[in-house]
């Protein structure tokens, strides 16, 4: 299994990012999926879920609102969208299965700047 994540970046408060989660050897389609970031000196937390329905979802409260996690069956790949940015959602993000397996990929990078 093979998890690749990108679109990571610098934005001002207020912007915009996506995140894609590339997935290689696994159907993401049959499996629960996440979005997990893991802060400076934090521990790594939950940020969104999708289920295998591609409908049900779930997010942290920090986030809801403003995060929008979906799917895309045909090529195999989850996204992130992140809205109205703010600092203290920089971190690393990554995608995996929910709850999660080890298959923790390089993660992509979130700056945001005030």
């Known amino acids: 299994v093979q998890l690749v994540e990108s679109g990571g970046g610098l934005v001002q408060a207020g912007g915009s990012l996506r995140l894609s989660c590339a997935a290689s050897?696994?159907?993401?389609?049959?499996?629960?999926m996440g979005w997990y970031r893991q802060a400076p000196g934090k521990q790594r937390e939950l940020v969104a879920g999708i289920f295998s329905n591609g409908v049900s979802t779930n997010y942290a409260g920090s986030v809801k609102g403003r995060f929008t996690i979906s799917r895309d069956n045909a090529k195999n790949t989850m996204y992130l969208q992140m809205n109205s940015l703010k600092p203290e959602d920089t971190a690393v993000y990554y995608c995996?299965?929910?709850?999660?397996?080890?298959?923790w990929g390089q993660g992509t990078h979130v700056t945001v700047s005030s």
């Open positions: 050897g696994i159907t993401l389609r049959f499996n629960a």
């Open positions: 995996n299965t929910y709850p999660p397996r080890s298959y």
